[in-house]
C-alpha cells in the first residue's frame, strides 16, 4: 500500500488535518502482492521500493544522493563562513 500527498493533508507541522483527503488529494495505491519465497532480503526490498516509486507523483520521488568529496566540503564550508562574513560584517577567523 503506497499513501501519496498525506502532506496536503497533513503537514508535519500540523496538530490537526487541515484539509479532508477526501477531495482528491490524498491517494492508497493498494499493489500487486509481493511473493518473498526465493528472494533475498534485499532482492524483496528492491522490489517493495520499485512498487511504492511507481506510485507516487514526480514531486515525491526521492532525489539521488549526491556524492561530495571531503576536499569539497571543506571548500564549501569555507566559502560560506566567507560568504556570511561579508554579509553580515563580522571577522570571524576560519582556519
Same mark, same amino acid.
Given at each position: 500500500?503506497?499513501?501519496s500527498n498525506t502532506h496536503a493533508v497533513m503537514p508535519s507541522n500540523a496538530?490537526?488535518?487541515?484539509?479532508?483527503?477526501?477531495?482528491?488529494v490524498l491517494r492508497v495505491h493498494v499493489h500487486d502482492p509481493i511473493y518473498? !519465497?526465493?528472494?533475498?532480503?534485499?532482492?524483496?526490498?528492491?522490489?517493495?521500493r520499485k512498487a511504492f516509486m511507481s506510485k507516487l507523483p514526480a514531486d515525491q520521488q526521492p532525489v539521488?544522493?549526491?556524492?561530495?568529496? !571531503?576536499? !569539497? &566540503?571543506? !571548500? &564549501?564550508?569555507a566559502d560560506a563562513i566567507i560568504s556570511e562574513n561579508n554579509s553580515t560584517g563580522k571577522k570571524v577567523a576560519t582556519s
Open positions: 500500500i503506497t499513501l496538530l490537526f488535518p487541515v484539509q479532508s483527503g477526501g477531495d482528491g518473498p !519465497e526465493g528472494k533475498t532480503d534485499s532482492e524483496i526490498a528492491d522490489e517493495v539521488e544522493p549526491v556524492v561530495v568529496e !571531503e576536499e !569539497e &566540503i571543506s !571548500e &564549501i564550508v
